[in-house]
């Protein structure tokens, strides 16, 4: 009987490993910022430090964090980090561990806890990013100013009684967070949730990093999708306010 019991174990350990194995090996394969955004953004210049890529507007009293989608390169975000940056707001975009952000929802508190000087923060997310997002502001409500998702959707309903801003931004001709799941979500988001649809838009296009697996072409260029994002962020957040 212990030899069976041992074997058996030693199977299952092994079966562990190899589907670990199987994942990380997957999870290697990740989507990178794409030539686009490469002339838009000196990527090499970005400051990365404890993990985060950070976008410090000097003096400023408003911080966004961004978490990245499933397999997304933080630096697919550079060009909304860097806009947002140029207005006055500080934008921070973690890595997150094997690139899912659910692998560590409460990442935002290192970053919050680093910069005592800003005094006002937003959370949020694309994908399965914001899903993540809606976890940590689910339990931290008291810490921020706001959430927003960018192409996604709480997993559940625990921010319905929210006082919180929401803000949530879809596309159009998105194939994975379509615009039938964003409606479904409504259910899940308190009424003074800010809806704002992309026409034209698609999943892929809410980071510059090329196609995606899943997702429908879009019909306007990347470029086009990010300022359109971007603007609607700027109309939604508080004024940003720099420090004397």
């Known amino acids: 009987m212990k030899k069976i019991l041992k074997i058996t174990g030693m199977t299952l350990l092994a079966l562990i490993i190899l589907a670990f194995g199987a994942f990380y090996t997957w999870?290697?394969?990740?989507?990178?910022?794409?030539e686009t955004l490469?002339?838009?953004v000196n990527i090499e210049q970005v400051e990365h430090k404890n993990n985060v890529y950070t976008f410090e507007a000097p003096k400023s009293d408003t911080g966004i964090i961004l978490y990245p989608g499933a397999k997304v390169v933080p630096l697919a975000y550079a060009y909304i980090g860097d806009t947002l940056m140029k207005e006055g707001y500080s934008v921070f975009i973690p890595d997150m561990p094997f690139s899912f952000a659910i692998f560590n929802p409460n990442k935002a508190q290192d970053i919050i806890k680093d910069h005592q000087t800003i005094k006002h923060w937003y959370i949020g997310g694309h994908s399965l990013g914001g899903a993540a997002a809606a976890m940590f502001a689910e339990k931290n409500q008291s810490?921020?100013?706001?959430?927003?998702?960018?192409?996604?959707?709480?997993?559940?309903?625990?921010?319905?009684?929210?006082?919180?801003k929401v803000l949530s931004i879809s596309g159009e001709k998105d194939g994975l967070a379509t615009q039938e799941k964003i409606k479904k979500s409504k259910a899940n988001l308190p009424s003074q949730t800010v809806y704002h649809e992309i026409k034209g838009g698609n999943h892929a296009q809410f980071g510059m990093y090329g196609k995606q697996k899943g997702d429908q072409p879009a019909d306007i260029p990347a470029l086009s999708q990010q300022n359109d994002l971007i603007q609607t962020m700027l109309d939604w957040?508080?004024?940003a306010k720099k420090l004397p």
């Open 38 to 40: 490469k002339k838009q």
């Open 237 to 239: 957040l508080k004024p």
């Open 27 to 34: 999870s290697r394969f990740t989507y990178g910022p794409s």
């Open 143 to 164: 810490k921020l100013d706001g959430l927003f998702f960018l192409a996604s959707y709480p997993a559940s309903d625990d921010l319905k009684q929210s006082s919180l």
